[in-house]
């Protein structure tokens, strides 16, 4: 199993970034994927989720209205939309196999908000 992130990066408050996972060495159309993030000094913290066919994302109530989890299940990947970034989104981001309990996990890509 294989995820691999990538889109990170340095944005201004305000801006927009679009995060990519690729994935390999499993049926991805078979589960729910998501993204976490961890901040210094924080928990890892569940961003968003999406179910594995039909059925509602989830999100954090700290972005929801300004990221947007989706999948492409032709390309084993699954990206994250995030808009109006604040300083507070300034976190290492992480795709993950699975939900709340998610077991296989990227390297994380880091995002920096700051002006």
């Known amino acids: 199993v294989q995820l691999v992130e990538s889109g990170g990066g340095l944005v201004q408050p305000g801006g927009s970034l679009r995060l990519s996972c690729a994935t390999s060495?499993?049926?991805?159309?078979?589960?729910?994927m998501s993204w976490y993030r961890q901040a210094p000094g924080k928990e890892r913290e569940l961003v968003a989720a999406?179910?594995?066919?039909?059925?509602?994302?989830d999100y954090a109530d700290s972005v929801k209205g300004r990221f947007t989890i989706s999948r492409d299940n032709a390309k084993n990947t699954v990206y994250l939309q995030m808009s109006s970034l604040k300083p507070e989104d300034t976190a290492v981001y992480y795709c993950?196999?699975?939900?709340?309990?998610?077991?296989?996990w990227g390297q994380g890509t880091q995002v920096t908000v700051s002006s």
């Open positions: 999406i179910p594995s066919d039909y059925g509602p994302e």
């Open positions: 060495g499993f049926t991805f159309t078979n589960y729910r």
């Open positions: 993950a196999r699975g939900g709340r309990r998610a077991d296989y």
